[in-house]
């Protein structure tokens, strides 16, 4: 990631969700993130909050966890889901480059 700020528009994008529920879980796992608004209250999310979300996501969306589940799971071994969520996202690349070649076979 090489921005300094991710409008919440781009963190749903990435994360392949709705803006509402991005919005939703910014106020629900409040304490986990450092968001800040601009001067028209936009609310501006860094590279480490948008790591934050996709370790959400992965929790809520791929584990079934509940809101209260996820953030149990976040307070009791954060670095723990922060490798599964790497590890995911780099066998989706892999799986990326795998199609591209095949198409080109």
């Known amino acids: 990631m090489s ?48 790591e934050t979300f996709k370790q959400i996501h992965f929790l809520v969306k791929e584990k079934g966890l509940t809101l209260d589940g996820a953030a149990k799971q976040l307070n009791a071994d954060k670095h723990k889901v922060e490798g599964r969520v790497k590890a995911l996202e780099s066998l989706k690349d892999i799986r990326a480059q795998l199609a591209e070649i095949r198409k080109t076979l």
């Open 3 to 50: 921005k300094l700020f991710y409008t919440i528009g781009e963190t749903a994008e990435i994360l392949g969700e709705n803006v509402s529920l991005v919005r939703y879980w910014s106020g629900y796992f409040g304490k986990y993130l450092k968001n800040s608004r601009t001067s028209r209250g936009d609310r501006r999310f860094t590279p480490e909050d948008v």
